[in-house]
């Protein structure tokens, strides 16, 4: 059983599906949002007041989710399987408000990113391990994002992808078969 670690919502049961996805731990989750606070604090950045999380590849949602109990104004989901998309649109309605998500069904390696990056502070990279080139989609993203915004990436311990030139990688942890990745801009 899954429930949101932190904020609001803490302790809050989300529904999931037992193929397709492989949910975020609650110790990722807790580990991550535990990084991004104490990188706020050090550098005065305001993560969550009028953002935006842009949770891709996002499964059951429970990421994104996270963001909302703990703050964020609004999370915009990228997840193209239907079966899913229906377990994700639950979630939501547990836990946002109807103007609090987006959600895309679309392969976002597939999709020139028309979407406003403005207020987006947080992007959580977490695709299927091994399969999508990673450094291709930080390419993508990295001459949209503004200074401030985090991106993080899941992925298996054993993809190593290419980190484009213009990101700086500001922590690394492992967990397990996991690395978390946390990048900014240079």
């Known amino acids: 059983m899954i429930k949101i670690t932190g904020g609001k919502f803490k302790r809050k049961k989300l529904e999931s599906i037992s193929k397709f996805v492989r949910p975020t731990s609650a110790i990722k989750r807790e580990a991550f949002f535990s990084i991004l606070e104490s ?3 050090k550098k005065s950045i305001n993560f969550y007041e009028n953002k935006i999380f842009l949770d891709l590849f996002a499964g059951i949602g429970t990421m994104g989710l996270e963001g909302i109990s703990r703050g964020i104004d609004q999370v915009i989901f990228f997840e193209n399987n239907y079966e899913v998309i229906e377990v994700l649109e639950k979630n939501c309605k547990k836990i946002c408000r109807d103007d609090q998500y ?5 392969d ?27 450094g ?5 993203l990295q001459d949209r994002v503004n200074k401030e915004t985090i991106i993080a ?5 054993k993809d190593n992808f290419q ?22 801009l240079k």
Do not use: C, M, R, W
């Not at 987006?102 to 679309?106: G, H, P, S, V, W």
């Not at 976002?108 to 990673?134: M, Q, R, V």
């Not at 700086?168 to 946390?182: A, P, R, V």
């Open 108 to 134: 976002i390696l597939k999709l020139e990113f028309k979407i406003e990056f403005k207020h987006i502070s947080i992007i959580y990279i977490d695709p299927p391990y091994n399969k999508y080139d990673i």
């Open 153 to 157: 990436v899941e992925s298996s311990i």
């Open 39 to 41: 990188y706020a604090l």
């Open 102 to 106: 987006k959600i895309f069904n679309k």
């Open 136 to 140: 291709k989609l930080l390419e993508n």
């Open 163 to 184: 980190k484009p030139e213009k990101l700086q990688l500001i922590k690394k942890n492992s967990y397990g078969k996991t690395n978390l990745y946390l990048f900014v």
